[in-house]
């Protein structure tokens, strides 16, 4: 009755992320949604309340993305090196001081 569907396969690395060119590609996309509105900022501009108003809501949701991507970098950082883990390890026992503190 109706066509079949067809989509690409995805495409993953041996270790099963996704290749490193599209994840650059997602960023530099999320950096250029930002340009527009810093630029906007730091001009004289002036331009229609609703184009600006799209502008700075592109802005938002590119900054929201890369600040979403730098927190998962930190966080597959800090599993792939426990160097430099902040706080006690994991099973190990912390003796607290409830006036002084850890």
């Known amino acids: 009755m109706g066509r079949e569907r067809t989509t690409s396969p995805i495409t993953l690395t041996p270790d099963g992320g996704r290749p490193a060119s599209r994840s650059l590609t997602s960023l530099l996309t999320a950096v250029a949604l930002t340009i527009p509105a810093i630029v906007l900022r730091f001009s004289d ?7 600006e108003a799209l502008l700075f809501g592109l802005a938002i949701v590119g900054a929201a993305f890369i600040l979403s991507w730098a927190a998962e970098v930190a966080q ?18 912390v003796k607290v001081d409830p006036l002084r503190g850890p």
């Open 45 to 51: 501009a002036s331009l229609a309340n609703v184009v």
């Open 76 to 93: 597959i950082e800090e599993v792939a090196c426990p160097l430099i883990h902040r706080g006690p390890l994991p099973g190990r026992a």
